[in-house]
Structures are given as C-alpha cells and as structure tokens.
Nanobody, 123 residues
Framework: QVHLVESGGGSVQAGGSLGLSCARS????????MAWFRQAPGKEREGVAA????????VYADSVKGRFTISQGNAGNTLYLQMNNLKPEDTAIYYC????????????????WGQGTQVTVSS
C-alpha cells in the first residue's frame, strides 16, 4: 500500500508562485511514475505534470508548460511541483498520484492518490 499526502496549497495573486509537495510512504519499489493532477469545480480532473523517476523524463500539460516544474527527491519519496506565474485558471484542487507505468494523463491509470490541496489564484 502506498500513501500520498500533499501540502503547500494556498492563495496567491496572479503572477505569483507556490510550491507543492507530496510525501510518499509505504511500498515504493513498483512505482515507476508520479504525477500531479488538478480539478476545478464543475470540471473534469486533468493531468498537470508527470515524472518518470528512472530517466528523469517529464511531461507537462500545454496549459502549464514553461510555468510549472515537477521534480522528485533522489529517494523517490517526495514529489514537488513548483508553480510560477500563476493564473486564475490554475485555481483547482491539486492531487498527487502514483502509478506503475506511464500511460498518459489518464486518472484511471494511477493507483494511488493523495487527498488534494487547494490552490486559489486571484486576479
């Protein structure tokens, strides 16, 4: 069993920055990819960024490319999302997710999820 706990959410003005963290515990040997998703009220959950620990490869949604950076600690038990130049449309609950193999930004492909942390960006 893998447990994920997000932290770092909050409120920020447009153009500001926030950093999110995700602490992972439990069995980690089979986890090959981790990602950040977000969900705004009335909208579907969407992938934001993903990282492949073995090669350090990263994938970003077009909407956040160039503004967000995903990274992972060397031990693989901490995931980060640095969010710069935030926009009001970034407002959402952000979720940390872990899976075995990368299959794209498909929520059903991730087996473990955190409880989410709220990010609110005001204009």
């Amino acid at each position: 069993q893998v447990h994920l706990v997000e932290s770092g959410g909050g409120s920020v003005q447009a153009g500001g920055s926030l950093g999110l963290s995700c602490a992972r515990s439990g069995s980690v040997y089979s986890i090959n990819t981790m990602a950040w998703f977000r969900q705004a009220p009335g909208k579907e959950r969407e992938g934001v960024a993903a990282i492949y620990p073995r090669g350090g490869s990263t994938v970003y949604a077009d909407s956040v490319k160039g503004r967000f950076t995903i990274s992972q600690g060397n031990a693989g038990n901490t995931l980060y999302l640095q969010m710069n130049n935030l926009k009001p449309e970034d407002t959402a609950i952000y979720y940390c997710a872990a899976g075995f193999e990368w299959r794209g930004f498909y929520s059903g492909g991730f087996d473990y999820w955190g409880q989410g942390t709220q990010v609110t960006v005001s204009s």
